[in-house]
């Protein structure tokens, strides 16, 4: 089965994404032969519907599930309806993520679980959208 990952890099030990829509980078992977491809998230830095972006990207790319901490209702609802289901990671590599789906150890998701726009401003580890105002305190 072929997988993509919310990633902060572009290989199997990059260490995995807290959003969806504006992670850094996806990475695909053969479930079982761990062949990858990674690629930078063209939507990261989206203005709006970074979320729809992001998942019609990865269906193009050939993702049969999706593995991310957090998705939101409107990338949730593309993924959906096109028959790929996603499930929920918490941390680690992007290989870490790939060996506890392949286990069956990685809770599938049936709603969305983020809110929309729950990505701005989070876009990664020290990362933030220049449109999301000053760095709290």
Same mark, same amino acid.
């Given at each position: +089965?072929? =997988?993509?990952?919310? !990633?902060?890099?572009? /290989?199997? $030990?990059?260490?995995?994404? *807290?959003?969806?829509?504006?992670?850094?980078?996806?990475?695909?992977?053969?479930? /079982?032969?761990?062949?990858?491809?990674?690629?930078?998230?063209?939507?990261? !830095?989206?203005?709006?519907?970074?979320?729809?972006?992001?998942?019609?990207? =990865?269906? $193009?790319?050939?993702?049969?599930?999706?593995?991310? @901490?957090? =998705?939101?209702?409107?990338?949730?609802?593309?993924?959906? &309806? &096109?028959?790929? /289901? =996603?499930?929920?990671?918490?941390?680690?590599?992007?290989?870490?993520?790939?060996?506890?789906?392949? !286990?069956?150890?990685?809770?599938?998701?049936? $709603?969305?679980?983020?809110?929309? @726009?729950?990505?701005?401003?989070? +876009?990664?580890?020290?990362?933030? $959208?220049?449109?999301?105002?000053?760095? *709290? +305190?």
């Amino acid at each position: +089965m072929r =997988v993509v990952v919310t !990633a902060q890099g572009t /290989e199997l $030990d990059s260490l995995t994404s *807290p959003v969806f829509g504006r992670c850094p980078a996806f990475v695909l992977v053969d479930t /079982e032969t761990l062949q990858y491809e990674g690629w930078a998230n063209p939507s990261a !830095a989206a203005g709006g519907g970074a979320g729809i972006q992001a998942a019609q990207f =990865v269906l $193009d790319k050939g993702a049969q599930a999706v593995l991310s @901490h957090n =998705v939101g209702p409107n990338a949730f609802a593309v993924l959906q &309806a &096109a028959g790929v /289901e =996603v499930y929920q990671i918490d941390g680690g590599t992007v290989r870490q993520a790939v060996e506890a789906f392949a !286990a069956a150890k990685l809770p599938r998701l049936d $709603d969305p679980n983020a809110s929309a @726009h729950r990505g701005i401003g989070v +876009m990664g580890a020290g990362q933030r $959208d220049p449109g999301s105002g000053p760095r *709290p +305190m």
